[in-house]
């Protein structure tokens, strides 16, 4: 365990960001590493309890004390093996997870006192990957079985199960739908977020391990769900769940109103051309809040991204609608109290850069009730109101007012995967859309589902959790019909009419092969 007593006397430091002011200047990381002696500071900090509840707060059940001590002891290539056991993509998670382990940290009885886990997980990958130590590590030849699976969609659910799968030798296509692999890391998380290098070095890695990447594919499409179930023995679907809530009310066709990820898209585009072009230039694209009044509506992670996109592109305004009443400061014990995910007010990167440059704000228990436009069908306007306190939080009399806005985004989550695909397969969904696969198997022998269309719209540690067991089943899935056949040679060599006949047992049944398999 780390140093006896340690917490005791050290404090937590929690996760450094860049000065907000200054971040809005470009799309670089925020995130800023702490020296190692800090970090083995921090991680002398776990008391390695007994009963580590911050295993089960992390869906990967990531060995969190034991990379801790590891890290106190500054032996990171052996943290970075515990870490890789069970998450395959730690970068990608500790960058972007909201650390439900350090919610569930014993030390978090005492509020804001958890371990800094997510920091150190990204300290550890981060330093393995200036080490050298992240290498392709393709099955053995011996362990290659010549069977064919395909995984449609490689956002993080995809790429988990593309690798699990690979290293269980199998034949592993990836099918993408875009013109790069990553999935709402790619063109949904911001660059200042995670920088696409580091999602693309594991896509690398994934090639080199020797999955095919197939990019531009839009199954469905281009390979008809016939083709797809005919070329391959197992099916894994990580398509997310694309499909926005939309806001039905009066004005929703005006120019200037789109669902969030259609902005999001644009934005990562063009810090992509950018950054290929070697320019800090990043230009404007087809939808751009530069110099525009912006309303973003919905208060989560997508919402905040359109905020700080906003920001960067040089917003006149931004302000930030929710629906629900804002959350209290401190964690509701009564409600959610420790170790569970404690729903309270988080400032979130974007908000704090928006009150550091008086650009932006946000505003809880508002309804949007229609759009105003302009004579040439722009918006100009929200009519918003005070919304009630409880469901369908529906505008309080009287309380109607205009907010003047030339760019609207709406961020309110999204429904389900979208169904074209899974209906041409002719899966099951469960009541909310998403294609039901209770232990990861669909209602399509041999078709698995993994990551946000199975689960519904969720986060990246759930999706890489659910790209690794899917990758089990569709693995057992693929022993299985190695097994069955196996048993019907044997079973075929022994029954064949071909085994009375002067040449002898025919030559599929080779004497060395076991019955059964
Ligand atoms: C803007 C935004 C910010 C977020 N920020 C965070 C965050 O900070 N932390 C966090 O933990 N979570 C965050 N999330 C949630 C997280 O990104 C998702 O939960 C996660 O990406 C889901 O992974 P997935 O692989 O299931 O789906 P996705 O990432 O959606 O990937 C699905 C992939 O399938 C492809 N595809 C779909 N249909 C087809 C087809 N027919 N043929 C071929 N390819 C297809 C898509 O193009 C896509 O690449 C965020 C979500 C959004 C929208
Ligand atoms: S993946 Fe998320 S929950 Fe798990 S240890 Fe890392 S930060 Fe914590």
């Known amino acids: ?90 970068e990608f998670t500790g960058r972007l997870c909201p650390a439900p382990c350090e919610a569930a940290c014993v030390l978090e009885i005492r509020e804001g006192d958890a371990v800094t886990i997510k920091q150190i997980e990204n300290s550890i990958i981060n330093r393995a990957w200036d ?3 992240v290498l392709p590590e ?9 069977r064919t699976v395909a995984v449609v969609g490689a956002g993080p659910a995809g790429l988990a199960a593309a690798q699990q799968l690979r290293r269980a030798g199998h034949e592993v296509t990836l099918f993408e739908r875009d013109e790069a692999a990553g999935g709402l890391l790619r063109f949904g998380v911001p660059d200042f977020k995670i920088d696409k290098h580091v999602v693309e070095r594991r896509v690398q890695q994934l090639v080199a391990e020797g999955v095919e990447l197939r990019c531009g594919v839009d199954v469905g499409v281009d390979v008809t769900a016939e083709e797809l179930r005919d070329e391959f023995e197992a099916v894994v679907l990580a ?54 009044h912006v309303v973003v509506i919905g208060g989560g992670d997508t919402g905040a991204d359109c905020v700080g996109n906003s920001l960067r592109e040089g917003a006149a305004s931004v302000t930030q609608l929710e629906l629900l009443p804002e959350p209290p400061r401190q964690r509701p014990d009564a409600k959610t109290p420790w170790p569970l995910w404690p729903q309270k007010f988080r400032l979130s990167y974007a908000q704090e850069e928006g009150r550091a440059t008086h650009k932006a704000d946000a505003a809880f228990s508002v309804v949007t009730t229609r759009f105003e436009g302009t004579a ?22 009287g309380s109607e007012r205009e907010l003047a806005a030339d760019l609207v985004l709406l961020a309110m989550g999204f429904l389900h995967p979208e169904p074209e695909l899974p209906d041409a397969i002719g899966l099951e969904k469960d009541p909310r859309g998403n294609v039901k696969a209770g232990a990861y198997a669909t209602s399509v022998p041999g078709v698995f589902a993994a990551g946000d269309c199975r ?48 040449e002898g047992p025919p030559l599929h049944t080779s004497g060395g092969m076991p019955a059964g398999g």
């Open 455 to 502: 689960r519904g719209q969720s986060l990246i540690v759930w999706a890489i959790n659910e790209g690794r067991a899917a990758a089990r089943m569709a693995d057992r899935h693929l022993h299985a019909i190695a097994h069955e056949e196996a048993r019907e040679l044997v079973m075929s060599g022994n029954v064949s009419p071909a085994d009375e006949g002067p």
């Open 239 to 292: 398509t997310g769940s694309r499909v926005p809530r939309d806001l039905p009310v009066a004005g929703r066709e005006l120019a200037g109103i789109h669902p969030a990820m259609e902005y999001l898209y644009v934005r990562n585009r063009a810090v992509a051309a950018a950054q290929a072009a070697g320019t800090d230039d990043v230009a404007a694209g087809a939808i751009t809040a530069a110099g525009k």
């Open 376 to 397: 040439d069908g722009g918006v100009r306007a929200l009519v918003v109101a005070d919304a009630e306190s409880a469901p369908p939080f529906g505008p309080v009399v």
């Open 1 to 90: 365990m780390g140093e006896l007593g340690a917490f005791l006397k050290i404090e937590r430091h929690g996760v450094p960001y860049r000065d907000a002011t200054e971040r809005l200047t470009d799309y670089e990381e925020f995130l800023v590493d702490r020296p190692t002696a800090e970090l083995a500071e921090q991680g002398a900090r776990c008391m390695e309890c007994g009963v580590p509840f911050c295993h089960n707060g992390c869906p990967l059940g990531n060995l969190i004390p034991d990379w801790n001590d590891l890290v106190y002891s500054g032996r990171f290539a052996d943290a970075i093996k515990q870490l890789h056991a069970t998450n395959n993509f730690p």
């Open 138 to 146: 393709p099955p053995q030849a011996s362990a290659l079985t010549g």
């Open 131 to 133: 080490e050298g130590w």
